[in-house]
């Protein structure tokens, strides 16, 4: 007896959706610049540029599962860099200048965390207020200009660096998502997220330490901002304090198109990813159309908009069916 496929079905979940847009788009650049875009090379300069938005990203969706998000992202990501840059110029050998990178991130998720949930700033104005707080100290530190004179080219070292025969950024990528889908799937700390994002009060009158888990999370996406600072740092041979502008709205993006509400409650890290690559791709093979960057902007822009509307659309029609099948 033969099946019909429900494609219904399908389209109502969000994920299916984005892998559905991520393989489209694919098709589409293979069939107008095959020769360029279909190559095992291209894939991996696509996930290599998008290392860092996948890895602080992945967090990030934790923290957006409770209605929560960081705007600071993309200027912690500069003063890390900076930072590591400094180091490294100063003498400093690889992995302790990283380490220190690193602190110099999870600082910043200590004080957006505290400002979130000790004094009850709104993630927008808290996040908000680091961004620029970052960003400045970034450019102070490297006296507004680029740190790239007199740099030893040990800096370059992790960028350069194969494992297995996979790019490490590539590896590093394959690492964050096994660690987080395990976080999101098989933790109370992922368990907990959901059911922040889902009912916040209802959450802390059933023993969740709320402001802890929130905390925690804006401690954990500073730390990979930090380590997304060395590794940015790496590939440039530089440190760039005006650099990662709009980096915090490509994660934000990736999270979105992944499926993850706004309001919280909803979310998924491997819809993240695909999220993150559809960005990726789509702006690798616009760049081989020779599309201009500002009207791939204008794109980016158009795709958040719908993005956000047809998530929450999907989500609401989701949680209506919930509702309907419980009253049956």
Same mark, same amino acid.
């Given at each position: 007896?033969?099946?019909?496929?429900?494609?219904?079905?399908?389209?109502?979940? #969000?994920?299916?959706?984005?892998?559905?847009?991520?393989?489209?788009?694919?098709?589409?650049?293979?069939?107008?610049?095959?020769?360029?875009?279909?190559?095992?090379?291209?894939?991996?300069?696509?996930? &290599?540029?998008?290392?860092?938005?996948?890895?602080?990203?992945?967090?990030?969706?934790?923290?957006?599962?409770?209605?929560?998000?960081?705007?600071?992202?993309?200027? *912690? *990501?500069?003063?890390?860099?900076?930072?590591?840059?400094?180091?490294?110029?100063?003498?400093?050998?690889?992995?302790?200048?990283?380490?220190?990178?690193? *602190?110099?991130?999870?600082? @910043?998720?200590?004080?957006?965390?505290?400002?979130?949930? &000790?004094?009850?700033?709104? #993630?927008?104005?808290?996040?908000?207020?680091?961004?620029? @707080?970052?960003?400045?100290?970034?450019?102070? $530190?490297?006296?507004?200009?680029?740190?790239?004179?007199?740099?030893? #080219?040990?800096?370059?070292?992790?960028?350069?660096?194969?494992? $297995?025969?996979? #790019?490490?950024?590539? *590896?590093? @990528?394959?690492?964050?998502l096994i660690i987080f889908?395990?976080?999101?799937?098989?933790?109370?700390?992922?368990?907990?997220?959901?059911?922040?994002?889902?009912?916040?009060?209802?959450?802390?009158?059933?023993?969740?330490?709320?402001?802890?888990?929130?905390?925690?999370?804006?401690?954990?996406?500073?730390?990979?901002?930090?380590?997304?600072?060395?590794?940015?740092?790496?590939?440039?041979?530089?440190?760039?304090?005006?650099?990662?502008?709009?980096?915090?709205?490509?994660?934000?993006?990736?999270?979105?198109?992944g499926g993850t509400s706004?309001?919280?409650?909803?979310?998924?890290?491997?819809?993240?990813?695909?999220?993150?690559?559809?960005?990726?791709?789509?702006?690798?093979?616009?760049?081989?159309?020779?599309?201009?960057?500002?009207?791939?902007?204008?794109?980016?822009?158009? @795709?958040?908009?719908?993005?956000?509307?047809?998530?929450?659309?999907?989500? &609401?029609?989701?949680?209506? &069916?919930?509702?309907?099948?419980?009253?049956?």
């Amino acid at each position: 007896m033969n099946r019909k496929i429900d494609f219904s079905k399908i389209f109502r979940n #969000p994920i299916s959706i984005i892998v559905t847009f991520f393989l489209l788009i694919n098709i589409f650049f293979i069939i107008t610049a095959y020769d360029s875009f279909f190559q095992i090379e291209n894939y991996f300069y696509v996930l &290599k540029q998008t290392a860092m938005i996948i890895i602080v990203a992945s967090a990030a969706t934790i923290l957006m599962m409770t209605g929560n998000f960081d705007l600071s992202t993309g200027s *912690v *990501v500069a003063f890390a860099g900076c930072v590591y840059a400094l180091m490294i110029k100063n003498g400093m050998t690889l992995i302790p200048a990283g380490m220190i990178a690193v *602190v110099v991130g999870i600082v @910043i998720g200590i004080i957006n965390g505290t400002m979130v949930t &000790k004094f009850n700033f709104p #993630p927008f104005i808290a996040t908000l207020c680091m961004m620029y @707080i970052s960003r400045g100290i970034a450019l102070i $530190l490297a006296n507004g200009a680029t740190i790239r004179d007199n740099m030893p #080219p040990e800096i370059g070292y992790l960028a350069s660096r194969d494992f $297995l025969g996979l #790019p490490i950024f590539v *590896v590093f @990528i394959i690492i964050a998502l096994i660690i987080f889908v395990f976080i999101e799937k098989k933790t109370l700390l992922g368990k907990y997220a959901l059911a922040i994002g889902g009912n916040r009060n209802a959450a802390f009158f059933s023993g969740i330490n709320t402001g802890a888990i929130i905390f925690s999370i804006y401690v954990i996406i500073g730390g990979l901002a930090g380590f997304a600072g060395v590794m940015s740092a790496s590939r440039l041979s530089a440190g760039d304090p005006r650099g990662m502008v709009g980096f915090e709205f490509d994660v934000i993006l990736a999270i979105i198109l992944g499926g993850t509400s706004l309001s919280g409650g909803k979310g998924s890290i491997i819809g993240t990813f695909f999220g993150a690559m559809v960005v990726a791709s789509l702006g690798n093979g616009l760049d081989m159309l020779n599309v201009l960057t500002f009207w791939q902007s204008i794109l980016k822009g158009i @795709i958040f908009v719908l993005a956000i509307v047809l998530n929450e659309k999907i989500l &609401k029609n989701i949680g209506k &069916k919930t509702v309907v099948m419980a009253k049956a």
